[in-house]
């Protein structure tokens, strides 16, 4: 019984530097993002999608804002967020919203006169999946 003991002692152990080592990614989980995301709230811009993947070593941001410059500002406050300090951001893209085309799947862009930006923030290694 000993020796199954100091066994499975020695299993928690490394199992407890593993988590500890952060080689799984973030063992804090995700919800910690989310609040950070609210709280900084940016007259004119809205979030329409966030991905979290691999522990958070990838985050991805997409929403709508009425003036482009606002994308930045939004930007800054995240980084006084703890929950995003060292997160960096490799593509930022703003365009002009696009929409589904009815049944036939592909998209189209949405009316010139729609008054709102698309915009798509995304960290090293691309997007992944939504949480």
């Known amino acids: ?6 066994g499975e002692l020695t ?7 593993v988590l500890s080592g952060g080689a799984l990614g973030d063992s804090n989980g995700f919800s910690r ?3 950070a995301l609210a709280r900084q709230r940016v007259d004119g811009l809205w979030l329409t999608n966030v991905t979290i993947a ?6 991805g941001v997409e929403g709508n804002v009425f003036q482009a410059s606002q994308v930045p500002r939004y930007i800054a406050r995240l980084g006084t967020e703890p ?5 960096s951001f490799e593509t930022l893209e703003i365009a002009q919203p696009v929409a589904a085309a009815a049944g036939a799947g592909a998209a189209s862009p949405v009316p010139a006169s ?5 915009f798509s923030l995304q960290s090293a290694g691309g997007s992944g999946a939504s949480q």
């Open 114 to 118: 729609t008054p709102y930006l698309h």
């Open 83 to 87: 929950a995003m300090q060292g997160k």
């Open 54 to 59: 691999d522990g958070g070593a990838r985050i």
């Open 11 to 17: 299993m928690l152990q490394n199992a407890s530097l």
């Open 33 to 35: 993002y989310f609040p």
């Open 1 to 6: 019984q000993i020796v199954q003991a100091q």
